[in-house]
């Protein structure tokens, strides 16, 4: 089993960066495979709301010039997803936004029900307004959210400041072994017939 982990920090060897690797090595020692795909410093363009990716059914965006398509297709092979940000004015950094929005809108299904979490990384303040919003594009596809022993958060400022942060290092470990225990109890759950009973979708009467 695979994990996929999304560093949105345009910074490559930032605090994002350092968090994730956290996560990535207690994933790796709990015998699941583990990716960090940093999302780059070239502009993440947002969704443009032009409808391409919901008529052709091909969990693709039309726009085929940065990271998007390739992370779908990633994130679509995955077993799980982490996706972590730097703090940007007390919420996720304007690229992961971007890249999330037309991620989960183009390619959404590809991802539903696998467990996925959020990491916000900060100086000081937003991190856990960051989780919040990252998470909510795993809520709404049906994916068990992974939590640690504390919220999914680690401060720093400099590269690798993180480091120093002792809790926020522990809180990372802590969700990569959280993650790779949800996804064994998952499979032993399919492999021991465990049903999942998915309801038709219903629509309310004021919004269609
Ligand atoms: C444009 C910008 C806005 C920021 N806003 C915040 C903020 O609201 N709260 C905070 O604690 N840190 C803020 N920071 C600091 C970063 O969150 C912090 O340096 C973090 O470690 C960056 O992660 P990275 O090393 O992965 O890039 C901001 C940094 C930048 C560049």
Same mark, same amino acid.
């Given at each position: 089993?695979?994990?996929?982990?999304?560093?949105?920090?345009?910074?490559?060897?930032?605090?994002?960066?350092?968090?994730?690797?956290?996560?990535?090595?207690?994933?790796?020692?709990?015998?699941?495979?583990?990716?960090?795909?940093?999302?780059?410093?070239?502009?993440?363009?947002?969704?443009?709301?032009?409808?391409?990716?919901?008529?052709?059914?091909?969990?693709?965006?039309?726009?085929?010039?940065?990271?998007?398509?390739?992370?779908?297709?990633?994130?679509?092979?995955?077993?799980?997803?982490?996706?972590?940000?730097?703090?940007?004015?007390?919420?996720?950094?304007?690229?992961?936004?971007?890249?999330?929005?037309?991620?989960?809108?183009?390619?959404?299904?590809?991802?539903?029900?696998?467990?996925?979490?959020?990491?916000?990384?900060?100086?000081?303040?937003?991190?856990?307004?960051?989780?919040?919003?990252?998470?909510?594009?795993?809520?709404?596809?049906?994916?068990?959210?992974?939590?640690?022993?504390?919220?999914?958060?680690?401060?720093?400022?400099?590269?690798?400041?993180?480091?120093?942060?002792?809790?926020?290092?522990?809180?990372?470990?802590?969700?990569?072994?959280?993650?790779?225990?949800?996804?064994?109890?998952?499979?032993?759950?399919? %492999?021991?017939?465990?049903?999942?009973?998915? %309801?038709?979708?219903?629509?309310?009467?004021?919004?269609?």
């Amino acid at each position: 089993m695979k994990v996929l982990l999304i560093n949105g920090s345009p910074r490559h060897k930032g605090n994002t960066q350092r968090a994730l690797e956290e996560v990535a090595a207690a994933l790796q020692a709990d015998d699941i495979e583990a990716e960090i795909a940093w999302i780059g410093n070239k502009p993440i363009r947002g969704c443009t709301a032009c409808g391409w990716c919901g008529k052709t059914g091909e969990n693709r965006c039309t726009f085929d010039d940065d990271r998007c398509n390739e992370l779908i297709q990633k994130a679509g092979e995955a077993d799980g997803l982490i996706v972590g940000s730097p703090v940007y004015f007390a919420g996720a950094n304007g690229s992961v936004i971007s890249l999330l929005d037309r991620m989960f809108y183009a390619g959404g299904a590809l991802m539903r029900y696998k467990p996925a979490a959020g990491v916000g990384i900060a100086r000081r303040g937003g991190t856990i307004e960051t989780v919040d919003q990252i998470q909510k594009y795993f809520q709404i596809y049906g994916m068990p959210v992974v939590s640690s022993a504390y919220w999914n958060i680690a401060y720093g400022r400099d590269p690798k400041e993180v480091e120093c942060d002792g809790e926020g290092m522990h809180t990372m470990r802590q969700l990569g072994h959280n993650m790779a225990w949800l996804l064994k109890c998952i499979e032993a759950g399919r %492999e021991a017939g465990v049903e999942h009973t998915i %309801e038709d979708k219903v629509s309310t009467n004021f919004i269609r």
